[in-house]
């Protein structure tokens, strides 16, 4: 299985400041034969379930605000947030979904700080 | 607006099985650009993929539960259903259905949620 792993597990940003969330698989989610990343990203607010808001590690979803921007390629992402707003607090987690079984990171947990 | 529903039994004995339906509205339910899905979420947990089916019936199962799942369609309903035997106080999670992009023949982000379900395993 590809495992993903999350950094950090938890992260306080102050309202306007930019907030970096990784992302780490185990082993390469790029498919050569179209150059797509198998990666997703999900914003969880309590009691929620999971929101998509990046496909393919860096096409956002519709309606998703610009403020949220992925990237990265092969083993290596990033979700960014440009200016944190307080809706924006949850737990985001990124999922490969290139090879099955499809796999999850551990989440990180965004506050405001 | 495509809406997913789950509905079921909140307790479930343990060693007994799971059952679970997801009631789709608000958009297609037999086209080939979607898979039909459910995840599930242990309380205060992560995430895990459960399975996926296609409108053709084809299935996909995550190998460290298919022993124990059954995904099934329901077409003229617009549902779709999971089936989980055997369970243990290791089942108790949130279960959500969702909408599957297809890529390339398979199930792949999950890009329309149910509210999800918990499902507790508990004698």
């Known amino acids: 299985d590809i495992v993903m792993t999350q950094s950090p597990d938890s992260l306080a940003v102050s309202l306007g400041e930019r907030a970096t969330l990784n992302c780490k698989s185990s082993?390469?989610?790029?498919?050569?034969?179209?150059?797509?990343?198998?990666l997703a990203w999900y914003q969880q607010k309590p009691g929620q379930p999971p929101k998509l808001l990046i496909s393919?590690?860096?096409t956002r979803e519709s309606g998703v605000p610009d403020r949220f921007s992925g990237s990265g390629s092969g083993t290596d992402f990033t979700l960014t947030i440009t200016s944190m707003q307080a809706e924006d607090v949850a737990v985001y987690y990124c999922?490969?979904?290139?090879?099955?079984?499809?796999?999850f990171g551990q989440g990180t947990k965004l506050e405001i700080k | 607006q495509l809406h997913l529903q789950e509905s079921g039994p909140g307790l479930v004995k343990p060693s007994e099985t799971l059952s679970l339906t997801c009631t789709v509205s608000?958009?297609?339910?037999?086209?080939?650009?979607?898979?039909w899905g459910w995840l599930r979420q242990p309380p205060g947990k992560g995430l895990e993929w459960i399975g996926s089916?296609?409108?053709?019936?084809?299935?996909f199962y995550n190998p460290s539960l298919k022993s124990q799942v059954t995904i099934s369609l329901d077409t003229p309903k617009y549902q779709f259903s999971l089936k989980l035997s055997s369970v243990t106080a290791a089942d108790t999670a949130v279960y959500y259905c969702?909408?599957?992009?297809?890529?390339?023949?398979?199930?792949?982000?999950?890009?329309?949620w149910g509210q999800g379900i918990l499902v507790t395993v508990s004698s």
């Open positions: 969702t909408r599957q992009i297809s890529n390339y023949g398979w199930p792949r982000f999950s890009d329309s």
């Open positions: 608000g958009g297609s339910f037999s086209g080939s650009d979607y898979y």
């Open positions: 089916i296609y409108f053709t019936g084809t299935t």
């Open positions: 082993r390469s989610v790029l498919y050569d034969p179209n150059n797509k990343n198998y």
């Open positions: 393919w590690a860096s």
């Open positions: 999922q490969q979904c290139l090879s099955q079984p499809y796999t």
